[in-house]
């Protein structure tokens, strides 16, 4: 009869060190969850910034002027080509259904020789 009280008192100071760890368990994912909150909400005000930037200044006035002054500043063509092609990605990124892979084609056909493997090189 001794032995089973033992039994019977062991079962149960492991359910509950099983619940206190479950409980650590359950802060854990909650601080995870505050993380991702966190950076989704980030990743939308930065969204909602580029866009914004891009929309009233980089468009209307940044690259209008740039086709005035390029031709007369030195490295004027590369400059622009910059713009534009960051132009083109914020558009990608801040649409509904931002298209990874354009991305990646705009910034090379942009950037040329950009990539980790590659020496930095600006094809005109």
Known sequence: MLHVDVIKTYDLSFIFVFLQHLKYFNMAAGFWNKVKNLFTKTWSGMKKGAKWLNDNIVKPIVKPALQVVAPAIP??????????????????????????????????KTFGGLGPNRRISLKN
Not at 88 to 107: C, E, Q, R, W, Y
């Open 75 to 108: 490295y004027g063509d590369t400059i622009k080509k910059f713009v534009d092609g960051g132009s083109k990605v914020a558009d990608n990124l801040t649409s509904k259904n931002p298209n990874v892979g354009d991305i990646f084609k705009d910034l090379h």
